[in-house]
Structure formats: C-alpha cells, structure tokens
C-alpha cells in the first residue's frame, strides 16, 4: 500500500530535549515536505527537499532541522523544542510532474507537545 | 501576507443541501489549485484539483469553480452528506518547479443530518 508514515504518533516532550519525528515513504517520490497545522492558520511548510541531499527552507523553518540522506526518508528535527513548537505536523511527498502529477500524499499527522 | 484567503472559516449545512467554500489569491504565477479534505485525526488528501485553462472541473458531486480574472476559485458541494463533514483547505501552487502549496486556513463544514 502506498504510504506515507510518520513516527511518534503523539510526543510530550519538555522544553530543550531535543527530538527527531521520522518520516517515511514508499512511493519513490522525490519531494518530501514538512508541514505545521496550528488551529486558525491551516497549514504552513516547513522545509521541503527536492531530491536527497537537496533541502530548502519553507514558510516557518525556525527552530527546525532536517536531512535527505535517502530517497525514502525525511526526518524533522528540533534540537531545542519551545513550547510555541507545540503544534501537530504533517509529512508529505510528491512524484516528478508528468509521473504522478502534482498530487501531495500526507502522512497522518505526529502531534507534538512541548511543555 | 497571506497570499490564499479562504472563507468561511466555518459552515454548516443541511444534509442534501450545497456546501460552498471560497478562496482567493495573490500570486499570478500560481497555476494549481487543488482542495484537501481531512478529517478529524487524519492527513488532508486531495480531493480535486484545477488547472487555470478550464473554469470547472466536476468529480462525482464536487466542482470547483475558476475565475481567473478575479483570481478566485470556489468549491461546490452537491447534495451535502454527513459523511462530507470534515475541514476542507484550498491550495495553490507553482507547477514549473517544485510544487510548493501554499495553503488556506482551513473551513470547518458541518453537515447536519
């Protein structure tokens, strides 16, 4: 089945430890993105990667890290997590246009709490 | 600034009635336009999608609407289920390079039975 996963599903985690979500997909799709969803602003990008060690800052990329060191996989990381990082975030990947089209597949949400 | 504004925020309709959802946009380069369903403790999935060539396109009971030269688009629910209840976001995005969406903030739509 053709997936995107994201790992923890739910994270309460205190102010300065740092955390890795994971993100995994099994599509062979070459651009992976990170979103932030927060009540009244919708979703936000984060970072994105156009191919493996290709990354590019998003909308809101402070206080956040990434790597594309495989096709499959792209984890977020926040080295110092705050309380505004509180918030519940979305992984998603795309194929090449003229393949599999614009269409972006989500993951299915890691909600994060930071205290 | 907020390049795709969307309205309601929130809507309720009666079952079997028209649900219709608004959205605007900045940015003439923009040449997708898809709409994301999610429901409650899930990723958003693509529900329909237009290119700026056409000014409908019609999936089942849904349509999006196209006016390009007020840089508007509308999503039209049919015949409004339960099962339709759900948040609903419009997107908007560059083709020609990685197809960063830029997203809308969400509309709440309740379909009451």
């Known amino acids: 089945e053709a997936q995107v996963t994201q790992n923890p599903r ?5 102010t300065g430890k740092k955390l890795t979500v994971t993100c995994s997909q ?17 979703l936000r990008q984060i970072y994105y990667s156009m191919n493996v060690e290709v990354t590019d800052k998003g909308d809101v990329p ?14 977020l990381i926040l080295e110092s997590p705050s309380p505004n990082q509180t918030s519940l975030y979305f992984c998603a990947s795309r194929g090449s246009v003229g393949t599999a089209g614009y269409e972006q597949y989500f ?3 890691t909600r994060l709490t930071v205290t | 600034q907020q390049q795709v504004k969307q309205s309601p925020q929130s809507l309720i309709v009666q079952k079997g009635g028209i649900s219709i959802i608004n959205c605007a946009y ?3 380069a923009f040449d997708y336009f898809p709409w994301y369903q999610q429901f409650p403790g899930k990723g ?5 999608a237009i290119r700026p060539d056409v000014s409908e396109k019609k999936e089942g009971r849904f349509t999006i609407s196209f ?16 099962g339709d209840s759900a948040t609903y976001f419009c997107a908007a995005s560059i083709g020609r390079r990685y197809s ?3 997203f809308g903030k969400g509309t709440m739509l309740l379909v009451s039975p």
């Open chain 2, 67 to 82: 006016n390009k030269s007020a840089k508007q688009f509308s999503l039209h629910i049919m015949d409004s289920q339960p």
């Open chain 1, 107 to 109: 993951g299915p949400g």
């Open chain 1, 10 to 14: 739910y994270l309460i985690t205190v």
């Open chain 2, 100 to 102: 960063t969406l830029t």
């Open chain 2, 26 to 28: 900045e940015n003439t």
């Open chain 1, 26 to 42: 099994n599509m062979n799709h070459e651009y992976m993105s990170w979103y932030r969803q927060d009540p009244g602003l919708g």
């Open chain 2, 44 to 48: 958003p999935a693509l529900l329909i």
């Open chain 1, 62 to 75: 402070e206080g956040y890290k990434v790597s594309r060191k495989e096709k499959r996989n792209f984890p």
